[in-house]
């Protein structure tokens, strides 16, 4: 027989196929699309097992309105949406813990694809979310699906979201459940929102911290049939110590297809791994027909006028913006400062996509800009760790051809600009000449070169205030305050209490050759 094996992950709450940058528009990609997909394929054979691998709750603006705004106890319109296709089984994300426990539970009570996550336990050490594995009948061939989260989320998520629980290594819990997962099922899958830290000749891609342990698991826990990954958004189809993976891209452009020949003493004789586009597809009808009413909620809502803008915050360079700081980063330091009482900030240009704040703003403007569900932390630094914070955030870029580029580091495996900072309440040189390590030049604070032993106070988003992204010289211990709201909150808040909003075009930084 042949088993297809269907799967998606990192959706974000991407349901219909727009990033709400514009109203309305129609991108290649979107559950609604890759649903069709999913249908599609179902057609063509008679034994599919449909998986989702995680970051289905958080990062649209849809997501943004159903947790923030509308205050569903649970993802209502994400889960309707999810349930017209008939998932079998689906995993926990590192984003699904974002809007906290609470929200999280009822979401997965009230869906009907069954959750397996075996490597986050509570406080008696039990899994916190579901089984840790499940069996699915074919006649009398069993298929096992273990399901597996990053072991990372403990880093960067804010703690009280994660509060009781505990989070292991896939590798070590994969090494514990597969043998006996074997006694009950004939054909094991690991459905693991985890990606790749190695290529596959076993040459590190990333720094190695445990995020991702698919490399480690498919070498070192025999049993494996099939494996399904996630995370790092990556487009990936092939085998690796002769087992078939795939990591189907994110918000839903792809879909991951493993198929297995599986003989008659229940054995696999061949295996086959691809993606399949949903660029081209029409939405899946069932599935548009749930989303279609709360989209257009969201549409009105984002549409909503606050302020307007003396000046512009707008801006046509991403990587300008990078290099030269802009009005728009100046406007959101501003409201980080203001909120906390400080006056130096940190932040990062989190998307690509949009281009700054029309005028007037609007919610659309503060949503697809500021995509993350962040909130804000005080701690308390001195002067060193600060230079440590400026000399971490200038690793971003590199020279070719005596040009400045980004880090190819910070685009392969996976785009992380979101782990490059611009910081205000200071002014600062950046030269990329110089050594990794060795490229802040003319730091001052008030005028005045920055002492190593100089205390300061500073505000960053809580991901980056407990050391995310490998900021080491932040952590926990030094966080002195926290503001609970979500960072999108806080600037509509901002908005609201100013009317009118005067454009800062201030540069305090440079990056320089």
Known sequence: MKLKILCTSDIHGYLAPTNYV?????????LEKAATTIKQEQKDSDHTLILDDGDFLE???????????????????????????????GSLGNHEFNYGQAYLKDTIQNTKRQFVCANILNKNGEPAFGKPYAIKDFGDLKVGVLGLTTQAINQWENKANVKGLQFKSGLETAQKYVPIMKKEADIIVVLYHGGFERDKA???????????????ILEQVPGIDALVTGHQHRKLANHLFGVPYVQPGHRGNYVGKITLDIDDDKKVTDSDAKLI???????????KNIVDPIDQQVERWLSKPLSKINGSLRYKDPFKVRTQGSSFINFIQRVQMETMGVDISATALFTDEAHGFENPITMRNIITNYVYPNTLAVLNITGKDLKAALEKTAEYFALKDKQIIVNPAYSYPKHRDYNYDMYAGIDYTIDVSKPVGSRITNLTYHGRPVKDQQPLKIVLN???????????????????????ITMSNLIAKYLQSHPIIDANNRQNFKVIS
């Open 22 to 30: 514009k109203p309305n528009e129609n991108m290649p990609f979107g």
């Open 59 to 89: 990062g649209s603006p849809l997501a943004y309105y159903s947790a923030e705004v509308v205050k569903h106890p649970s993802a209502k319109p994400i889960n309707a949406a999810y349930d017209t296709i008939n998932y079998d089984f």
């Open 202 to 216: 076993g040459k590190l891609s990333e720094k190695f911290t445990g995020e991702n342990e698919s490399y480690q």
């Open 277 to 287: 586009s949903t660029a081209q597809n029409k939405p899946y009808q069932p599935t």
């Open 462 to 484: 809580a991901y980056r205030a407990v050391g995310g992204g490998h900021y080491s010289m932040y952590d926990e211990s030094k966080i002195v305050s926290y503001n609970t």
